[in-house]
């Protein structure tokens, strides 16, 4: 019910309610890979986009698993497939931190948002310069 007796009050939370509704319409949730539409929502700046099988596909633990042809489920998959995690999500997370996002989505995961910025070049490069 409309509150008569501040319609100030009900405009500011129609408002914010429609601000919210649109900023979590425009990020799939699913394809998110770094912070939260929360977090991105209240303190705003850009979204990160990250091309998860091309930065996947620089990852030396992942090479070997291609390069061996190893099967889904195999003990030297399992342990690959782990290590290769682990190196995306470190430098997923160091680049972003150093870019300032507070989320970061698979490309294509966000739509209609202006202040976008590819970051897998840059998780490559931070790959490459880690020590293994």
Known sequence: MLNRHNPMKVLISLFVSLFL????????????????VKAYNDKGGSVGLVD???VYGEIPAYKTIKKEKLKKGSARYN????????VFKSSLKAVAKAESLNIVVEVG???D???????????IDHINKAPL
């Open 113 to 123: 948002e202006p202040k976008t910025l590819d970051i897998s070049q840059k998780i």
């Open 109 to 111: 995961g966000v739509k």
């Open 21 to 36: 509704a649109s900023s979590l319409n425009t990020i799939d949730s699913s394809k998110i890979r770094f912070g939260s």
């Open 79 to 86: 342990k690959l497939i782990g290590d290769a995690t682990k």
């Open 52 to 54: 998860s099988k091309k």
